[in-house]
Nanobody, 124 residues
Framework: QIQLVESGGGLVQAGGSLRLSCAASGRTGSTYTMGWFRQAPGKEREFVSGISSSGRSTDYADSVKGRFTISRDNAKNTVYLQMNSLKPEDTANYYC?????????????????WGQGTQVTVSS
C-alpha cells in the first residue's frame, strides 16, 4: 500500500509553465510505474504521461508531446511533471497514479493507487 500526494497545481496564463510533483509514501520499496492523468469537467480521465519504474522508459499523450516532461527521483520517492507552453485546453484536475510493475499503461484501470489530484487552470 502506498499513498500519493500531488502538489504544484495552480492558475497560469497561456504559454506559462507549472511543475507538478507527486510524493509517494508507505511501501515504496516495491517497483512502481508512475503515471499522470487528467480529468476536465464532463470528460473522462485521460492519460497524460507515464514513466517506468527504472525511469528509462517514458510515454506521452500526443496532445502534450514536446511540451510536458515526466521525470522521477527514486531516492525521494517523487515523480514530476514539467508542463511548458500551457494551453487553456490543458485545464483539468491532474492525478498521479502508481501501478505495480515495470511498464507504462495508458488506461486508468491499469493503475493500483491514486492521489487526490491537483487543479491546473490555464487562462487565455
Amino acid at each position: 500500500q502506498i499513498q500519493l500526494v500531488e502538489s504544484g497545481g495552480g492558475l497560469v496564463q497561456a504559454g506559462g509553465s507549472l511543475r507538478l510533483s507527486c510524493a509517494a509514501s508507505g511501501r515504496t520499496g516495491s517497483t512502481y510505474t508512475m503515471g499522470w492523468f487528467r480529468q476536465a469537467p464532463g470528460k473522462e480521465r485521460e492519460f497524460v504521461s507515464g514513466i517506468s519504474s527504472s525511469g528509462r522508459s517514458t510515454d506521452y499523450a500526443d496532445s502534450v508531446k514536446g511540451r510536458f516532461t515526466i521525470s522521477r527521483d527514486n531516492a525521494k520517492n517523487t515523480v514530476y511533471l514539467q508542463m511548458n507552453s500551457l494551453k487553456p485546453e490543458d485545464t483539468a484536475n491532474y492525478y498521479c497514479a502508481a501501478r505495480i510493475g515495470s511498464f507504462v499503461r495508458t488506461n486508468p484501470s491499469g493503475y493500483d493507487y491514486w492521489g487526490q489530484g491537483t487543479q491546473v487552470t490555464v487562462s487565455s
